[in-house]
């Protein structure tokens, strides 16, 4: 970008934060070294701000990029010399929370972490939680549909959404803040932008689904000898009328046992040693309610679904040591520094079959190969990261995704459950994605930005 192009940028918004390339490059990029590769960054303070910085790019040419926490893990925020990111960090307000209604209006900036403590005040919950719930925005979150671990009892932020605001790629504002669940009014266009990943349009202002959040909330780590059982675990709760499920997360032994050593876990502190891990949150009135109904639940279920051994946390710090299993993943890229990673949704009834041929299948391929399988057990999304130690070539990427994606659309799942298409799965979603498909979101993207100004290269090229 030219210095002339800079500061005619500058000039048309002299109330936005305007970095060039040189102000970047000492910044930290989030999750992904390319974020940070545009020629500037612009932070609005307001949708106004945001539409003048689409139509300036418009106007000239420039091909712009929206990024919230930078949290994402397909490369769907992922920026090159010549562009211009679209920063929303500025749009951080959570501008009402209505408790009779159970709405919340924030900003896209807003990381669910905030939301999450703003509506807890009025004892309500936006229904979705993730580990980066910190940095994690509810623009970006809309942007890629999130899902996390709550998705199998209140869906994936489409869910979520009752309605939403965005900017066109024309800089006109689509505004369809949609505050109540039963609307039948026409097409609902605002399921156009959930999981475009700011394709179709930059979201700057969200209307979210709140729901009561349980008084309090206890935890479990159950060891069990597959899928299958942990699953008959599942049903088992989810049929109980005492309290309620709020969690379900399994882990294989390879990804336990990594994390055992990460985590530096003593022997025996914790049930670690079976093939499946399974941690479980139940949410009652009380933590006494909580804790009760978990262990009556298992005791209940235990030899039915061959429990091999089980705990249930008895403070809270002992619950957080259980989430750390699950929830500091970053400790496979500190093992594996270039481990590929990936994000699949099985149906439920076949994960073991599922693992146990990958398993086999990755091995085919490179006979080092033991992959890292964790994941949401009650909706089927699996997270799988290789265990090699270095670069992988395009080819060898490609071997390792024939494996891991066979039959899965047949099959009625995914290539990607939560973390969206962006430039890494491109290849995937073109090969696996259904055909009508791909040439309807190409003419929709076409039809509505037509000069490919927003975010190009993403999910439909």
């Known amino acids: 970008m030219s210095d002339g192009l800079l500061s005619s940028l500058r000039a048309a918004?002299?109330?936005?934060?305007?970095?060039?390339?040189?102000?970047?490059?000492?910044?930290?990029?989030?999750?992904?070294?390319?974020?940070?590769?545009?020629?500037?960054?612009?932070?609005?303070?307001?949708?106004?701000?945001?539409?003048?910085?689409?139509?300036?790019?418009?106007?000239?040419?420039?091909?712009?990029?929206?990024?919230?926490?930078?949290?994402?893990?397909?490369?769907?925020?992922?920026?090159?010399?010549?562009?211009?990111?679209?920063?929303?960090?500025?749009?951080?307000?959570?501008?009402?929370?209505?408790?009779?209604?159970?709405?919340?209006?924030?900003?896209?900036?807003?990381?669910?972490?905030a939301l999450q403590e703003a509506a807890a005040e009025h004892g309500l919950d936006p229904g979705i939680d993730l580990a980066a719930r910190g940095s994690a925005t509810i623009g970006g979150m809309v942007s890629t549909n999130a899902g996390g671990i709550m998705a199998f009892r209140n869906g994936t932020m489409r869910h979520r959404v009752l309605g939403l605001e965005a900017v066109l790629p024309d800089g006109r504002v689509f505004s369809d803040l949609t505050r109540v669940l039963k609307t039948s009014a026409?097409?609902?266009?605002?399921?156009?932008?959930?999981?475009a990943e700011g394709t179709l349009g930059i979201v700057t202002r969200v209307a979210v689904r709140l729901d009561p959040v349980a008084g309090a909330s206890a935890t479990a780590l159950v060891g069990v000898p597959d899928a299958a059982s942990a699953q008959?675990?599942?049903?088992?709760?989810?049929?109980?009328?005492?309290?309620?499920?709020?969690?379900?997360?399994?882990?294989?032994?390879?990804?336990?046992?990594?994390?055992?050593?990460?985590?530096?876990?003593?022997?025996?502190?914790?049930?670690?040693?079976?093939?499946?891990?399974?941690?479980?949150?139940?949410?009652?009135?009380?933590?006494?309610?909580?804790?009760?109904?978990?262990?009556?639940?298992?005791?209940a279920i235990w030899e039915e679904a061959g429990?091999?051994?089980?705990?249930?946390?008895?403070?809270?710090?002992?619950?957080?040591?259980?989430?750390?299993?699950?929830?500091?993943?970053?400790?496979?890229?500190?093992?594996?520094?270039?481990?590929?990673?990936?994000?699949?949704?099985?149906?439920?009834?076949?994960?073991?079959?599922?693992?146990?041929?990958?398993?086999?299948?990755?091995?085919?391929?490179?006979?080092?190969?033991?992959?890292?399988?964790?994941g949401h057990l009650a909706d089927g999304n699996l997270h799988i990261s290789i265990n090699c130690d270095g670069p992988v070539s395009h080819e060898r990427h490609e071997a390792i995704e024939d494996v891991l994606y066979e039959g899965l659309r047949e099959a009625g799942g995914s290539f990607s459950a939560e973390h969206g298409v962006g430039l890494d799965k491109r290849d995937a979603y073109e090969q696996h994605a259904d055909p009508v498909k791909q040439d309807l979101a190409k003419a929709i993207k076409q039809l509505v930005d037509p000069n490919n100004i927003l975010n190009p290269g993403k999910v439909v090229g």
């Not at 040189?22 to 949708?47: C, E, H, I, K, W």
């Not at 929206?66 to 010549?82: D, F």
């Not at 026409?186 to 959930?194: A, E, R, V």
């Not at 994960?351 to 190969?369: F, P």
């Open 13 to 113: 918004l002299p109330n936005a934060t305007v970095w060039d390339a040189a102000a970047l490059a000492p910044r930290d990029p989030g999750f992904d070294p390319r974020n940070f590769g545009a020629s500037a960054l612009v932070r609005p303070r307001d949708v106004e701000g945001a539409a003048a910085l689409v139509r300036f790019c418009t106007e000239h040419d420039v091909s712009l990029v929206a990024q919230g926490g930078r949290t994402g893990l397909a490369g769907g925020a992922a920026t090159s010399a010549g562009q211009v990111i679209c920063d929303l960090g500025r749009l951080n307000q959570i501008e009402e929370i209505d408790p009779f209604a159970r709405v919340a209006i924030v900003q896209a900036g807003v990381t669910l972490g």
């Open 186 to 195: 026409g097409y609902d266009l605002k399921h156009l932008f959930i999981g």
């Open 232 to 299: 008959r675990i599942v049903r088992h709760f989810l049929a109980s009328t005492s309290a309620r499920l709020t969690a379900a997360e399994i882990l294989w032994r390879n990804f336990a046992s990594l994390m055992q050593r990460a985590l530096k876990y003593a022997p025996g502190s914790l049930p670690l040693e079976a093939p499946c891990l399974l941690v479980l949150g139940l949410g009652a009135d009380n933590i006494e309610a909580a804790r009760h109904a978990l262990e009556d639940g298992l005791a």
């Open 307 to 374: 429990i091999i051994d089980g705990l249930v946390a008895s403070s809270e710090a002992q619950a957080a040591a259980m989430w750390r299993l699950r929830e500091e993943t970053e400790q496979i890229e500190r093992a594996h520094p270039m481990a590929p990673s990936f994000d699949v949704s099985v149906p439920g009834g076949g994960l073991d079959a599922y693992v146990a041929r990958i398993e086999a299948g990755l091995k085919q391929v490179d006979a080092s190969y033991a992959p890292y399988v964790y």
